[in-house]
């Protein structure tokens, strides 16, 4: 099989898995118990937080850990709306984030806040002078994807941040959920930026775990409220066994990570380029420096996008459409729309996306594949 399904999922490392299984063996303990097995959890929770603060170049109590990444996206908006109500009702997103960060601020909306949409360009980056124009006095949060999820497109995180320089009182979050191991830290986790969203199960940690970067001296209110774990601003016995399978996650993707871009960018530009030999191809992503280095967003024109995920699932060969939440509903991906592609061609698109152990001859395989797929649907083109 060949798996290119990695920005909807990726498999557990071995040893995350391995470290997963022991600590679940051996750390019985609640870390809130007063007893040496409360003591032993809590101190290897506070071991993965200081790895993963180290690894990232922040501060252990900088790390909160979550379920993932609706949780973090989900607890930054709230969070901020709860927190800042009293000053302003006003949030800023882009019209190309996840659910987890469109729906939670919508739901908003009906308490009161209001939500504003910066655009995008053609090419799926935010149109960071019509963001400025949304900001106003009661402004408190913008929040801003940094790699597109369906196409992949970087967002420009460095020159938002010196926009938002100008506004020191409004939250600055960014879901990074599809960026670590992916960019360089530096590009992305600027001085700037007070929130971001992390999820260990899409660098091959466990499914339901991960953490946020909240900086130190912003403030949210907590959403699960109970026994004070997380310092009080995160309630419920932490998943300790996935607290440390994430740490090991995070400093296995971070190691030799830029051989690791290098080599996901040749095959990434060598399938986009192979692809685009096909007449009825379309290409939504580009092998550029300006894209991150494992998502390639396609079509064949004509042919829907569900169609060919299927076609070449009987061969194998996994990827999806645009978007794993929203392959179900059978529509274009919002990133595609928001781009002004239109409905006939974006419901075309799929998404076939690498990570760090892909290798050339998979993407050789995939290519072979796909030309059989392509050739069997020659005979539907009609015009
Ligand atoms: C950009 C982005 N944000 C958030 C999420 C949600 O993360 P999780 O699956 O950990 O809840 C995803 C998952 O697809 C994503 O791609």
Known sequence: MIYFDNSATTAIHPLV???????SRRILGNPSSLHHLGSQATRLLNQSRQQIADLLGVSSEEIYFTSGGTEGNNWVIKGTALEKKGFGKHLIISSIEHAAVYKAAYQ????????????????????????????????????????????GSIQPIKEIGE?????PTIHYHVDAVQALGKLPISSWLVDRVDFATFSSHKFHGPKGTGFIFWRKGRKIQPLLNG??????QRSGTENVPGVVATARATRLQLE????KIARQSQIQAYLIDALSQYERVVLFSKASANYAPHIICFGIKGIKGEVLV????EKEVIISTTSACSSRSHQEGGTLKAMGVPTELGTSAVRASLNSQTTMAEAEQFMITFNHVYQKFQQLFID
């Open 108 to 151: 908003l909306e009906s308490l009161g806040f209001e939500v504003s949409v910066a655009p995008v360009d053609s090419q799926g980056f935010i149109d960071v002078e019509a963001l400025s124009q949304l900001i106003r006095p009661d402004t408190i949060l913008v929040s801003t994807m940094v790699v597109n999820n369906e196409v």
């Open 256 to 259: 030799e990570v830029a051989e």
């Open 227 to 232: 026994g004070g774990q997380e310092s009080g």
């Open 163 to 167: 926009l938002l320089k100008a506004y």
């Open 17 to 23: 898995l391995d470290t997963y299984v022991q600590t």
């Open 310 to 313: 299927h076609a070449l699932e």
